[in-house]
């Protein structure tokens, strides 16, 4: 599935997309069910599908993915950007950076194939030091259980890896992304900034999962936030940033073209597709 790109400033980014997430407005939290089935626009059954979004970024003689996609161990309808890299023309071996914005599934289990081998075999990876640390320690006993497993899952997923990670700290840059911690999904959850000739973009993960609910009510929060009340804020922070200083984002799991730039909508946000 083709995505768009857009050009800000100086660079374009690629969009990639790795398939569609099967979820349900079940997780949602703090918003009635009818409101948010009315945001959304209904649901087949009780299922909703969100993207799962990918971005490449060409630059300075490096080949950078934001993020890796689900692989193939979550849903058969995940785990397509290594084939939609090449129909793009990207070989994955040809991938030099990828830049984590968290170590959850759908943006970490596709670092690898099912034999555990990297499907980037040149890639160094770039994750916030207080990301990687959290998902790379050991487990003390009282971690939640969804904990332990994706702390599992990341051994796994990093393993291929471990001499080529690059851990960044706050106001650290890499090739011209600094990294924007907004913790709550998962600890060190990061959106990644990159300044591009006089324009700005935001790569900002999972600030939102629900787009059609989130932008406009980003006081709904999902059971996937680690810490739900400070996802929240850190959503709240993140529109505003992206609002004031009207950057282009890239989401996640934005709804199709997944690019555009958060606008203030009354004492809230919409969100502007790009193109
Ligand atoms: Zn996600």
New binding site residues.
């Given amino acids: 599935m083709p995505l768009p790109s857009m050009r800000v400033g100086d660079v374009e980014v690629e969009g990639l997309s790795d398939g569609l ?1 099967k979820t349900s407005l079940d997780f949602v939290l703090g918003m009635e069910r009818a409101q948010a089935e009315s945001l959304v626009g209904g649901t087949q059954s009780g299922s909703l599908y969100i993207p ?1 979004n990918n971005f490449l970024i060409r630059r300075g003689g490096k080949v950078i993915l934001i ?1 890796a996609g689900a692989g193939n161990t979550m849903q058969p309808t995940l785990g397509k950007l290594p084939e939609n890299l090449r129909a793009a023309g990207i070989e994955p071996a040809a991938v030099s950076h990828i830049v984590m ?2 170590l ?4 970490a289990n596709g670092l690898v194939d099912d034999a555990g081998e990297p499907h980037y075999p040149n890639a160094e990876l770039v994750i916030h030091e207080t990301e990687a640390e959290f998902w790379m320690r050991a487990d003390v006993a009282n971690d939640e259980d969804r904990v332990k497993k994706n702390r599992a899952r990341t051994a796994i997923n990093v393993k291929p890896y471990l001499d080529r990670i690059r851990r960044v700290r706050d106001g650290e840059e890499f090739a011209g992304f600094t990294p924007v911690v907004a913790p709550g ?1 998962t600890p060190g959850h990061t959106c990644w900034l990159l300044a591009a000739g006089g324009s700005g973009f935001m790569a900002f ?2 600030v939102v ?1 629900l787009s059609a609910v989130q932008i406009s009510h980003p006081d709904a929060a999902l059971t ?1 936030d680690l810490d739900k009340d400070l996802a929240i804020r850190s959503r709240k922070r993140i529109l505003d940033m992206a609002a004031s200083e009207r950057f282009a984002i890239a989401g ?2 934005v709804n199709a073209p997944g690019f555009g730039y958060v606008v203030r909508k009354g004492t809230s946000f919409a969100f502007e597709p790009a193109g």
């Fill in positions: 997430l799962v993020d914005t968290h959850h599934p759908d943006h999904h993960g999972d999962h996937y996640a799991h």
